[in-house]
């Protein structure tokens, strides 16, 4: 195996750009924070970073190209790349979708909580991505020496899976359980197989595409990424849908939707086999030295570090990985409240879908407030507004099972306010990643501008993991039962199995979700009156106060 020495002019790659807006992810964005909120499904919206790869020279050759070409010549790279982003979102789509499923079989939020670690690789895949850059096989190629073994590895989890899926969410007998510690080890692997995908993609990227093209990388990885998301949660959620399917699609009804989650998992790892093995054949890596040969794994690690020395970064990730404390309850528990209420999760998945023109045009329009000097003034003045968001949110889940009708479905009107508060959070979502981004690439060292944004983007998607994972944690802690009927606790599994059994039934007197609600709106509050002065004078500071030399 070889790896990646050091060449003058050039900094190291940036590695993530996962944004916090994947849609019902309990981490988000995705990427997905997969966590901005529980019905987005752009994905990468922040782009991705292949236009900041692009070395002088590159950029000079672009400028001085007098006669471009169009996509002649690249067509089939882009479709391509497109190809490989799509098969990307699958896996990450297929785990946004897995809290919703694991919920209509009423597992514990403590359960869902141990779950959401399977989100967390995408968030800190900056850990190993200097040595996936660096590291390969000369006879294999540079990115085919991580993108097949990857690939690969991801059907073989979908297929095997797909095998045992009856076995694993409980459905052979009334008395099986959801095992949950293998669904989250399975999920967390492929989610990491992802990751270490992502990074090798983004890479060949930038060689597989002519350099007058190389922009259209971003295009293919948000595009891409998007679709196979939305392949994966939506699409997969509405046809496992059998009330959908018997509604719209079919003029027989049956017990189960058009497709089960063992034939899609199935179906998507021979498509992973195949689509890899065609590339391992067919697709040859063309070198670029001035793409390819950068910096060396401990070089890159090396930097990351001396940027954490800096005084004013120190500051400010400790504002990135404390400032969505007050958005965990809204952001992780409000989906699966709406859907334990009895909204099926197929509507929820499908109300995304008017959202995405909006999730568009919004970075557009808040960009033009955002690119002066003090960007982060539009991301502190989102910031009570999404917190009051959050506690209409917990509103809407309390109304909910008020207006469910009596054959168990829910007025039109409550649907259009749920769409409605998630436009509105989704106004305060965008301002704060918008302004977020502009003041990263304000604050970067353009001497090593990949690592920098690299580190600072996934510092703050981890700000956004973390949170989510804890306020799943605590919903059971800070929910009170009681035994109507019986004189027996009703906190753990084994307590209102024996308030069943002595005849009684386990109510929720408070529930934990209203509490959290609550604790996260007075900690947003607090945070904000803690940290605010101290990001507006980080946003004050020199350049030479962010530059590591």
């Given at each position: 195996?070889?790896?990646?020495?050091?060449?003058?002019?050039?900094?190291?790659?940036?590695?993530?750009?996962?944004?916090?807006m994947?849609?019902?992810?309990?981490?988000?964005?995705?990427?997905?924070?997969?966590?901005?909120?529980?019905?987005?499904?752009?994905?990468?919206v922040?782009?991705?970073?292949?236009?900041?790869?692009?070395?002088?020279?590159?950029?000079?050759?672009?400028?001085?190209?007098?006669?471009?070409?169009?996509?002649?010549?690249?067509?089939?790279?882009?479709?391509?790349?497109?190809?490989?982003?799509?098969?990307?979102?699958?896996?990450?789509?297929?785990?946004?979708?897995?809290?919703m499923?694991?919920?209509?079989?009423?597992?514990?939020?403590?359960?869902?909580?141990?779950?959401?670690?399977?989100?967390w690789?995408?968030?800190?895949?900056?850990?190993?991505?200097?040595?996936?850059?660096?590291?390969?096989?000369?006879?294999?190629?540079?990115?085919?020496?991580?993108?097949?073994?990857?690939?690969?590895?991801?059907g073989?989890?979908?297929?095997?899976?797909?095998q045992?899926?009856?076995?694993?969410?409980?459905?052979?007998?009334?008395?099986?359980?959801?095992?949950?510690?293998?669904?989250?080890?399975?999920?967390?692997?492929?989610?990491?197989?992802?990751?270490?995908?992502?990074?090798?993609?983004?890479?060949?990227?930038?060689?597989?595409?002519?350099?007058?093209?190389?922009?259209?990388?971003?295009?293919?990885?948000?595009?891409?990424?998007?679709?196979?998301?939305?392949?994966?949660?939506?699409?997969?959620?509405?046809?496992?849908s059998?009330?959908?399917?018997?509604?719209?699609l079919?003029?027989?009804?049956?017990?189960?939707?058009?497709?089960?989650?063992?034939?899609?998992?199935?179906?998507?790892?021979l498509?992973?086999?195949a689509?890899?093995?065609?590339?391992?054949?067919?697709?040859?890596?063309?070198?670029?030295?001035?793409a390819?040969?950068?910096?060396?794994?401990?070089?890159?690690?090396?930097?990351?570090?001396?940027?954490?020395?800096?005084p004013?970064?120190?500051?400010?990730?400790?504002?990135?990985?404390?400032?969505?404390?007050?958005?965990?309850?809204?952001?992780?528990?409000t989906?699966?409240?709406?859907?334990?209420?009895?909204?099926?999760?197929?509507?929820?998945?499908?109300?995304?879908?008017?959202?995405?023109?909006?999730?568009?045009?919004?970075?557009?329009?808040?960009?033009?407030?955002?690119?002066?000097?003090?960007?982060?003034?539009?991301?502190?003045?989102?910031?009570?507004?999404?917190?009051?968001?959050?506690?209409?949110?917990?509103?809407?889940?309390?109304?909910?099972?008020?207006?469910?009708?009596?054959?168990?479905?829910?007025?039109?009107?409550?649907?259009?306010?749920i769409?409605?508060?998630?436009?509105?959070?989704?106004?305060?979502?965008?301002?704060?990643?918008?302004?977020?981004?502009?003041?990263?690439?304000?604050?970067?060292?353009?001497?090593?501008?990949?690592?920098?944004?690299?580190?600072?983007?996934?510092?703050?998607?981890?700000?956004?993991?973390?949170?989510?994972?804890?306020?799943?944690?605590?919903?059971?802690?800070?929910?009170?039962?009681?035994?109507?009927?019986?004189?027996?606790?009703?906190?753990?599994?084994?307590?209102?199995?024996?308030?069943?059994?002595a005849?009684?039934?386990?109510?929720?007197?408070?529930?934990?979700?209203?509490?959290?609600s609550?604790?996260?709106?007075?900690?947003?509050?607090?945070?904000?009156?803690?940290?605010?002065?101290?990001?507006?004078?980080?946003?004050?500071?020199?350049?030479?106060?962010w530059?590591?030399?």
């Amino acid at each position: 195996m070889t790896s990646r020495k050091k060449t003058k002019g050039h900094s190291a790659p940036m590695y993530t750009h996962e944004s916090d807006m994947y849609a019902f992810q309990m981490q988000p964005q995705t990427s997905y924070d997969i966590n901005g909120s529980f019905l987005d499904v752009t994905g990468d919206v922040d782009g991705t970073v292949n236009d900041k790869q692009m070395s002088d020279n590159q950029e000079a050759d672009m400028k001085n190209d007098v006669n471009p070409r169009g996509l002649e010549g690249d067509r089939a790279s882009i479709a391509l790349l497109m190809f490989l982003y799509v098969l990307q979102g699958i896996p990450l789509g297929l785990s946004g979708s897995i809290p919703m499923i694991l919920s209509a079989r009423k597992i514990s939020y403590t359960d869902q909580a141990k779950f959401s670690f399977a989100f967390w690789p995408f968030s800190v895949k900056l850990l190993w991505a200097p040595f996936v850059d660096s590291a390969y096989f000369p006879a294999i190629g540079r990115r085919k020496s991580w993108l097949v073994p990857t690939q690969y590895l991801i059907g073989l989890f979908l297929v095997i899976l797909s095998q045992h899926i009856p076995d694993v969410l409980g459905d052979k007998d009334d008395s099986a359980e959801v095992n949950v510690l293998l669904l989250t080890a399975v999920f967390f692997a492929m989610n990491f197989l992802a990751a270490t995908q992502d990074i090798a993609v983004d890479g060949w990227a930038l060689t597989m595409l002519s350099r007058r093209n190389v922009g259209w990388a971003s295009t293919c990885n948000a595009v891409g990424q998007t679709a196979g998301y939305f392949l994966g949660n939506v699409v997969f959620l509405t046809l496992e849908s059998a009330d959908f399917c018997n509604k719209y699609l079919r003029s027989v009804p049956e017990k189960e939707g058009m497709v089960t989650l063992g034939g899609f998992m199935f179906f998507w790892g021979l498509v992973f086999f195949a689509t890899t093995t065609l590339v391992m054949i067919f697709k040859r890596e063309k070198e670029d030295e001035d793409a390819d040969v950068d910096m060396s794994i401990f070089d890159t690690y090396k930097q990351l570090l001396g940027i954490m020395r800096l005084p004013s970064v120190m500051s400010y990730v400790a504002i990135l990985l404390t400032c969505k404390v007050g958005f965990a309850a809204a952001d992780a528990i409000t989906a699966l409240k709406l859907i334990e209420a009895g909204i099926p999760k197929e509507r929820l998945a499908l109300m995304a879908i008017p959202m995405v023109p909006i999730n568009i045009a919004l970075p557009l329009i808040i960009s033009k407030y955002t690119a002066g000097p003090r960007p982060m003034n539009v991301w502190l003045r989102a910031v009570p507004f999404r917190l009051f968001i959050g506690l209409l949110y917990a509103v809407l889940v309390w109304w909910a099972p008020y207006t469910r009708q009596e054959n168990g479905s829910f007025p039109l009107y409550f649907y259009a306010v749920i769409l409605l508060s998630f436009g509105l959070h989704q106004v305060a979502v965008y301002c704060m990643f918008v302004a977020g981004m502009a003041f990263n690439a304000r604050i970067s060292d353009p001497a090593i501008g990949g690592t920098y944004m690299t580190l600072l983007n996934t510092v703050s998607n981890f700000g956004g993991n973390w949170p989510s994972t804890m306020a799943l944690w605590l919903v059971d802690a800070f929910t009170w039962r009681a035994c109507v009927g019986a004189i027996q606790e009703c906190y753990t599994p084994v307590q209102q199995q024996a308030c069943k059994v002595a005849g009684g039934d386990c109510t929720i007197s408070v529930d934990g979700y209203y509490v959290e609600s609550v604790i996260c709106l007075v900690l947003g509050f607090l945070w904000l009156w803690w940290k605010r002065q101290k990001l507006q004078k980080l946003q004050e500071l020199d350049e030479t106060a962010w530059k590591s030399s």
